[in-house]
């Protein structure tokens, strides 16, 4: 109960509230008086001068429809107009949207207008001057009869301007500057610095002016961000300006060359290197004419790095260059003279003909600029004549003239005494800074005839009245021309049929038949020119075979060879021997005619084949030239041993000393796995040679003995071969090798050698192909083939009696025994008899003749024709 009074109690009291309330709002009602509201709200506007402002006068009144004569006054009361209306842009659109401001070319700067339906009248300034700081009056009639008044006071202001203040400036390195920060507002501001955050105060470098900040002395380390901070208290207004500084340093070009070389035809280049901050720019000027080089033909100027270049230098590029560096600090400029370099040219080196004993003058003349120096040397020597009296021959001198104003040169190369030695090809050489010139001349010596070359020729030989050539050749500047005498005569007088000469341009030939025995005598060529004669004499001799052979001896004794050294008969100066003759036969035949015969070259080995084991042979010996065989001599009877073992083969390889293992000779391997073993055929001493055996066993030396390891020895039999490869050896070691050769008889004696593997891995690499090669595709196709062709051939001989074999099978057979002979003995022409008497018919003569080329002894057969035999 006493709740529920509570509650109604609580609503009572606002009932009575909310009753109160709008008692009082309507007696304020009743209250209102008419006004006009000028908005904003403030009694005083202060803005600043240039900034719009839009006033605003509304009536407030309890019906707008009573108002009228709703205008502005400006500070002289004077009524202000409306817009007109080609200048009349509406505010507000017809739903009372603000719409974007517009002014006209020349829009008022101040006017009135209507909005929010013409119940409000808006004062627009386009923009505040000071001369339109004043009160400003808004006037209305209300019911005709009550007039309406509110003012406003419009102040303005001047803000902060800044008038000289670029956010970049630049100093220049080393003066006062400065840095401009020109402000301008009304109050007056005040001004202060600050550098990276930090304010600056007067003191030392820095002074703060009306101007800006005074920097003295400026240097790279003022580069940086300045703040220019400008404040009025009256209006609270703050404003920054960023100003950055850098020092800028003027260019400074480096100092070119006074003097620059240039060659003419060839392209030339100059950098002009310049400091400076920014980094400067290049301009090259041709100072004689005042021209940028950069529009010049053959010219181009790289402005970024300074460089000039000059394609195909030119005679007119001569003059005075300017390289000028700018940047916005100033300029610097260095000048440099081109000197344009003509390469030197020899205009003048003309060949001279001097006699012998007489001065030469060799003059050579060059222009280029500067003037080039002229030298002289003998074509293809590298050594130069010096300027002056030569040390190395004081005949010759060689003097220099030069015109610097022509830029010619005259060398001049004075030989004394001259000689036919110095006759020859000469290089005059021209050299300045541009190039060097050459060009060779010759200076022809005259001498009277000589036969110098002639002195050493031998006689000459003719026999059987076969013609003789004798033949003159003078060594003569000029052209000697050549006389025959005989017996103190002319030739040509003697009118001599068997003698009658033969000119060949610079040589003379006097051809003779000699018919008797007087034509073998001296005769005399006599060579004249303008300068003197000489003689030579030529004798014409007989040839005769040569001399019996004084000696001959066995030196190297088989069963089946005998190698002799025969001693040569003297020998007439130009009739050298040709070939060395031999007969021989058995003992126990008493008649030469039936010997066997062979012929060597005089420098081949005189090894006698193909002779019977155990069996007494008779030896005779003669000299052969180009007149023919001499007389038999030297007679040699010698025995031939039985049929017994080889000879010891001879190892190819020439032993050398390691001087790091003592006195022992060494063969040494290229590579240290295998070795390449190489031996000559040794004499078989009457049976063939059937095989080779190596034996190779490694070991090393201990206290000056070999040892030998025997259990890693290793031995090879090898069939008819020469050289055998011997294969996994070990690197760096020694082997003994041990070779022998064997024939039916038994084996030679042993031919030993000490061998040394190489270190570490071969130099040459080897590869074992299991594959066969091309070579042996194609031997094993034509085995193939010859096989083939052997069979059929049987097949015809055994069907047909055709073919090789049945041509075989027809010839007269030999006895087992004479085969045996004849494979004993040798070849089948040294068998044939020697006839040496020309009456007896029943005689053959074969001859045959060996030469041996120092590696291979070759025979043939048939006569030798010497060498220097008579024309």
């Given at each position: 109960?006493?709740?529920?009074?509570?509650?109604?109690?609580?609503?009572?009291?606002?009932?009575?509230?909310?009753?109160?309330?709008?008692?009082?709002?309507a007696?304020?009602?009743?209250?209102k008086?008419p006004?006009?509201?000028?908005l904003?709200?403030?009694?005083?506007?202060?803005?600043?001068?240039?900034?719009?402002?839009?006033?605003?006068?509304?009536?407030?009144v309890p019906d707008?429809n009573?108002?009228?004569d709703l205008?502005?006054?400006?500070?002289?009361?004077?009524?202000i107009?409306?817009?007109?209306?080609?200048?009349?842009y509406?505010?507000y659109?017809?739903?009372?949207?603000?719409?974007?401001?517009?002014?006209?070319?020349?829009?008022?700067m101040?006017y009135?207008?209507?909005?929010?339906?013409?119940?409000?009248?808006?004062?627009?300034?386009?923009?505040?001057?000071?001369s339109?700081?004043?009160t400003?009056?808004?006037?209305a009639?209300?019911?005709?009869?009550?007039?309406l008044?509110?003012?406003?006071?419009?102040?303005?202001y001047?803000?902060?301007?800044?008038?000289?203040a670029?956010?970049?400036?630049?100093?220049?390195?080393g003066?006062?500057?400065?840095v401009?920060?020109e402000?301008?507002?009304?109050?007056?501001?005040?001004?202060?610095?600050?550098?990276?955050?930090?304010?600056?105060?007067s003191?030392?470098?820095?002074?703060?002016e009306?101007?800006?900040?005074?920097?003295?002395?400026?240097?790279?380390?003022?580069?940086?961000?300045?703040?220019?901070?400008?404040?009025?208290?009256?209006t609270g207004?703050?404003?920054?300006?960023?100003?950055?500084?850098?020092?800028?340093?003027m260019?400074?070009?480096?100092?070119l060359?006074?003097?620059?070389?240039?060659?003419?035809?060839q392209s030339?280049?100059?950098m002009?290197?310049?400091?400076?901050k920014?980094?400067?720019?290049?301009?090259?000027?041709?100072?004689?004419?005042?021209?940028?080089?950069a529009?010049?033909?053959?010219?181009?100027?790289?402005?970024?790095?300074?460089?000039?270049?000059?394609?195909?230098?030119?005679?007119?590029?001569?003059?005075?260059?300017?390289?000028i560096?700018?940047?916005?600090?100033?300029q610097?400029?260095?000048?440099?003279?081109?000197?344009?370099?003509?390469?030197?040219?020899?205009?003048?080196?003309?060949?001279?003909?001097?006699s012998?004993?007489?001065?030469?003058?060799?003059?050579?003349?060059?222009?280029?600029?500067?003037?080039?120096e002229?030298?002289?040397?003998?074509?293809?020597?590298?050594?130069?004549?010096?300027?002056g009296l030569q040390?190395?021959?004081?005949r010759i001198?060689?003097?220099?003239?030069?015109d610097?104003?022509?830029?010619?040169?005259?060398?001049?190369l004075?030989?004394?005494?001259?000689?036919?030695?110095?006759?020859?090809?000469?290089?005059?050489?021209a050299?300045n800074?541009?190039?060097?010139?050459?060009?060779?001349?010759?200076?022809?010596v005259?001498y009277?005839?000589?036969?110098d070359?002639?002195?050493?020729?031998?006689?000459?030989?003719?026999?059987?009245?076969?013609?003789?050539?004798l033949s003159c050749f003078?060594?003569?500047?000029?052209n000697?021309?050549?006389?025959?005498?005989?017996?103190?005569?002319r030739?040509q007088?003697?009118?001599?049929l068997?003698?009658?000469?033969e000119?060949?341009?610079l040589?003379?030939?006097l051809?003779?038949?000699p018919r008797?025995r007087?034509?073998?005598?001296?005769?005399?060529?006599?060579?004249?020119?303008?300068?003197?004669?000489?003689?030579?004499?030529?004798?014409l001799?007989?040839?005769?075979?040569?001399?019996?052979?004084?000696?001959?001896?066995?030196?190297?004794?088989?069963?089946t060879s005998?190698?002799?050294d025969?001693?040569?008969?003297?020998?007439?100066?130009?009739?050298?021997?040709?070939?060395f003759s031999v007969?021989?036969?058995e003992q126990?035949?008493?008649?030469?005619?039936?010997a066997?015969?062979?012929t060597?070259s005089?420098?081949?080995?005189?090894i006698?084949?193909?002779l019977?084991?155990?069996?007494?042979?008779?030896?005779?010996?003669?000299?052969?030239n180009?007149?023919?065989?001499?007389?038999?001599?030297?007679?040699?009877?010698?025995s031939?041993?039985?049929?017994s073992?080889?000879?010891t083969?001879?190892i190819?390889?020439?032993?050398?000393?390691?001087?790091?293992?003592?006195?022992?000779?060494?063969?040494?391997?290229p590579?240290?796995?295998?070795?390449?073993?190489?031996w000559s055929?040794p004499?078989?001493?009457?049976?063939?040679?059937?095989?080779?055996?190596?034996?190779y066993?490694?070991?090393?030396?201990?206290?000056?003995?070999?040892?030998?390891?025997?259990e890693?020895?290793?031995?090879?039999d090898i069939?008819?071969?020469?050289?055998?490869?011997?294969?996994?050896l070990?690197?760096?070691?020694y082997?003994?090798?041990?070779?022998?050769?064997h024939?039916a008889?038994?084996?030679?004696k042993?031919?030993?050698v000490?061998?040394k593997t190489?270190?570490?891995?071969?130099?040459?690499?080897?590869?074992?192909s299991?594959?066969?090669?091309?070579?042996?595709?194609?031997g094993?196709?034509?085995?193939?083939?010859?096989?083939?062709?052997?069979?059929?051939?049987?097949?015809c001989?055994?069907?047909?009696n055709?073919?090789?074999?049945a041509?075989?099978?027809?010839?007269?057979k030999?006895?087992?025994?004479?085969l045996?002979?004849?494979?004993?003995?040798g070849?089948?022409?040294e068998?044939?008899p020697?006839?040496?008497?020309?009456d007896?018919a029943?005689a053959?003569?074969?001859?045959?003749?060996?030469?041996?080329?120092?590696?291979?002894v070759?025979?043939?057969?048939?006569?030798?024709?010497?060498?220097?035999?008579?024309?």
């Amino acid at each position: 109960m006493a709740a529920q009074f509570a509650k109604s109690g609580h609503a009572a009291v606002l009932m009575l509230l909310v009753w109160i309330t709008l008692l009082g709002t309507a007696s304020s009602q009743r209250q209102k008086q008419p006004s006009l509201q000028i908005l904003p709200a403030s009694s005083v506007q202060r803005k600043p001068v240039g900034h719009s402002l839009l006033l605003t006068c509304r009536p407030d009144v309890p019906d707008t429809n009573l108002i009228s004569d709703l205008r502005w006054n400006d500070n002289r009361n004077m009524t202000i107009l409306p817009k007109p209306m080609n200048y009349y842009y509406p505010l507000y659109d017809s739903k009372g949207r603000k719409l974007p401001t517009k002014t006209g070319p020349s829009s008022p700067m101040i006017y009135t207008e209507s909005i929010a339906g013409g119940s409000a009248l808006a004062l627009i300034f386009n923009s505040l001057q000071e001369s339109m700081a004043g009160t400003y009056f808004c006037a209305a009639s209300y019911s005709v009869t009550e007039k309406l008044n509110a003012a406003v006071v419009v102040e303005t202001y001047v803000a902060i301007t800044w008038k000289d203040a670029p956010t970049d400036q630049r100093p220049l390195l080393g003066s006062d500057y400065i840095v401009r920060c020109e402000v301008t507002a009304n109050p007056p501001a005040t001004v202060d610095w600050l550098r990276n955050g930090d304010q600056i105060k007067s003191s030392g470098r820095y002074v703060i002016e009306n101007r800006g900040l005074l920097i003295k002395n400026i240097t790279e380390a003022d580069d940086g961000q300045y703040t220019c901070r400008a404040a009025v208290m009256s209006t609270g207004e703050l404003k920054n300006r960023e100003i950055r500084v850098e020092v800028q340093i003027m260019p400074e070009v480096q100092q070119l060359p006074l003097v620059m070389d240039a060659v003419e035809g060839q392209s030339f280049s100059v950098m002009c290197n310049a400091t400076g901050k920014p980094v400067p720019e290049f301009q090259w000027i041709k100072r004689g004419t005042q021209q940028d080089a950069a529009g010049l033909d053959r010219f181009s100027v790289n402005a970024i790095t300074g460089q000039l270049d000059i394609s195909n230098v030119q005679q007119q590029d001569h003059d005075s260059y300017a390289c000028i560096a700018r940047n916005p600090a100033g300029q610097s400029e260095s000048v440099a003279k081109l000197n344009v370099l003509i390469r030197p040219k020899i205009i003048e080196f003309i060949n001279i003909t001097v006699s012998e004993d007489e001065e030469a003058v060799f003059v050579c003349r060059a222009f280029g600029r500067p003037a080039p120096e002229i030298t002289f040397r003998r074509y293809g020597s590298v050594e130069e004549y010096s300027i002056g009296l030569q040390v190395s021959d004081d005949r010759i001198i060689l003097e220099q003239s030069t015109d610097d104003e022509k830029g010619e040169t005259a060398g001049t190369l004075r030989i004394s005494k001259l000689a036919t030695t110095d006759d020859g090809l000469y290089e005059c050489i021209a050299r300045n800074r541009g190039d060097v010139a050459f060009k060779v001349g010759h200076i022809t010596v005259e001498y009277r005839p000589i036969f110098d070359h002639m002195k050493a020729l031998p006689p000459v030989y003719t026999w059987e009245e076969r013609p003789a050539n004798l033949s003159c050749f003078a060594q003569a500047i000029p052209n000697a021309t050549i006389e025959w005498r005989w017996n103190d005569r002319r030739v040509q007088d003697f009118k001599d049929l068997n003698m009658h000469i033969e000119d060949h341009g610079l040589r003379s030939d006097l051809i003779i038949t000699p018919r008797d025995r007087r034509y073998f005598s001296a005769y005399k060529c006599v060579a004249r020119n303008k300068l003197g004669s000489a003689e030579h004499v030529m004798e014409l001799r007989e040839a005769r075979i040569p001399d019996m052979v004084p000696q001959a001896k066995p030196r190297i004794v088989s069963a089946t060879s005998i190698t002799f050294d025969i001693m040569a008969p003297p020998v007439e100066p130009g009739l050298p021997l040709t070939a060395f003759s031999v007969q021989w036969k058995e003992q126990i035949q008493p008649d030469w005619n039936f010997a066997s015969n062979r012929t060597w070259s005089p420098d081949s080995p005189y090894i006698v084949e193909g002779l019977r084991p155990q069996t007494a042979y008779s030896f005779r010996f003669a000299a052969r030239n180009v007149v023919g065989l001499g007389q038999w001599s030297a007679y040699v009877e010698q025995s031939t041993p039985r049929r017994s073992e080889p000879e010891t083969p001879r190892i190819l390889h020439t032993p050398i000393q390691d001087e790091e293992e003592g006195n022992d000779p060494i063969v040494t391997s290229p590579y240290a796995d295998h070795f390449d073993m190489r031996w000559s055929i040794p004499v078989d001493n009457g049976e063939p040679i059937d095989m080779y055996r190596i034996k190779y066993c490694p070991g090393t030396k201990v206290n000056g003995y070999w040892t030998e390891m025997e259990e890693h020895c290793i031995e090879q039999d090898i069939a008819r071969m020469t050289n055998y490869e011997m294969r996994n050896l070990q690197a760096d070691t020694y082997y003994r090798i041990e070779l022998t050769a064997h024939n039916a008889i038994g084996f030679s004696k042993a031919a030993h050698v000490l061998m040394k593997t190489a270190r570490g891995i071969d130099v040459v690499l080897r590869v074992d192909s299991p594959t066969l090669s091309s070579a042996a595709v194609i031997g094993i196709v034509t085995g193939s083939v010859l096989l083939l062709l052997l069979i059929a051939d049987l097949l015809c001989c055994a069907f047909g009696n055709l073919g090789i074999f049945a041509t075989l099978c027809r010839k007269t057979k030999r006895s087992p025994s004479d085969l045996d002979d004849e494979a004993k003995l040798g070849r089948e022409d040294e068998k044939q008899p020697l006839n040496t008497q020309p009456d007896a018919a029943s005689a053959v003569k074969v001859n045959s003749s060996v030469e041996y080329d120092g590696r291979v002894v070759h025979s043939r057969s048939g006569e030798i024709i010497g060498k220097n035999s008579a024309v």
